[in-house]
């Protein structure tokens, strides 16, 4: 990076700002060029200190953060990270994403412990990386609402047995319009690693079901893995595949293995996929920050299964697509809005 970042800190807890800015100033990269005690400030010093990111308290007095995304969407894009508490505000978090926020670190509950540093790393990251988020994929796509795809002609002689995606920065509003358009009488299961802190994945799962025409749930443990069922993996558990003496495929949740930068990591839930399933997986990586999907895809690959990776233009973040395409992974490259119809082409 070759440029200093603006950054304006919005929260109503006068520790939180000096924390949040202390946080940042770790890096030389990013300058905190103001702080905002409310939504109302904050459109006032957005408009006079025009910062490159702005970190945002969901919960405030006067205009809280979803009201203040809203208005500040309207008049001029600008990226947004929220920083909350999940147990307080995650279906405003979901809420935040869905009027253009770009990212969410969660806060934790103890502020007052050495705890609220532990973020600081994470904080830095997707602040630069939303720095980097064209204006122009501001705010989100609309979402998609029912009445979903068209049924399909129902054929078993499809070549996939099972959809696995992994995705993360941009990852909500991207399913939010992915998932809506696939058929009730989908023919096969979905499985979803969307990396998200604890306490947001159920959340997440039933706004989605709401908006889509297949049943979405949050994975449990030995879930019979059936055909139009979307299965979200829990955050904090990796989600595997199990085939039972009598034939059935089931889930599994667990927190190993532990050296994954992400629990639950698109990595683990691709190779079981490969290992369960073998040539009869369908790979997709999504857009989001790193390289969780690299190994996966490889998995699937090498079992003889197929990786679609989106397109750059629609990314977000195009940083796990990128590290799959790169190393010659991908079988198609699908910009988000024909990604469904390339799914059903498939299947």
Not at 9 to 28: E, F, G, N, T
Not at 77 to 94: C, D, K, R, W
Not at 293 to 308: D, H, N, P
Request: hydrophobic residues 45%; contains cysteine; aromatic residues 4%.
């Amino acid at each position: 990076m070759d440029r200093i970042l603006k950054v304006l800190v919005v929260d109503d807890s006068a520790y939180v700002r000096k924390v949040v800015k202390q946080m940042l100033s770790r890096s030389p990269f990013i300058e905190v060029v103001g702080i905002a005690r409310d939504g109302l400030e904050a459109l006032e010093m957005v408009e006079r200190l025009q910062p490159d990111v702005v970190t945002l308290d969901l919960i405030m007095p006067n205009k809280d953060g979803v009201e203040f995304i809203r208005e500040q969407m309207a008049r001029h894009p600008i990226p947004i990270v929220i920083v909350s508490i999940a147990s307080e505000s995650g279906e405003q978090t979901l809420a935040a994403l869905d009027a253009g926020a770009i990212d969410f670190v969660q806060k934790p509950t103890a502020l007052a412990t050495e705890k609220i540093f532990e973020i600081a790393d994470e904080l830095i990251a997707k602040v630069k990386a939303a720095a980097n988020v064209p204006l122009k994929r501001l705010p989100s796509l609309p979402v998609k609402q029912k009445p979903a795809a068209p049924l399909l002609p129902i054929s078993s002689s499809g070549k996939i047995d099972i959809i696995v995606i992994g995705i993360s920065t941009g990852g909500p509003q991207a399913l939010n319009y992915l998932i809506p358009q696939l058929p009730a009488n989908l023919p096969v299961p979905v499985a979803i690693v969307l990396h998200m802190p604890v306490g947001y994945t159920e959340i997440y799962a039933r706004r989605l079901a709401q908006l889509s025409a297949l049943k979405v749930i949050e994975a449990r443990e030995g879930e019979e893995v059936k055909p139009g069922v979307v299965l979200l993996a829990p955050a904090g558990r990796h989600l595997t595949f199990v085939r039972k003496n009598n034939g059935k495929i089931v889930t599994h949740l667990d927190a190993r293995p532990f050296d994954t930068l992400h629990r639950p990591a698109v990595d683990v839930l691709f190779q079981s996929a490969a290992e369960v399933f073998g040539d009869r997986v369908l790979g997709i990586v999504m857009t989001g920050m790193g390289c969780d999907g690299k190994q996966g895809a490889a998995w699937i690959k090498s079992r003889g299964g197929l990786i679609f990776t989106e397109a750059e233009e629609t990314c977000v973040v195009y940083g796990m697509p990128r590290s799959v395409v790169e190393a010659g992974l991908s079988d198609k490259t699908v910009p988000l809005h024909e990604m469904a119809q390339a799914i059903l082409e498939k299947i």
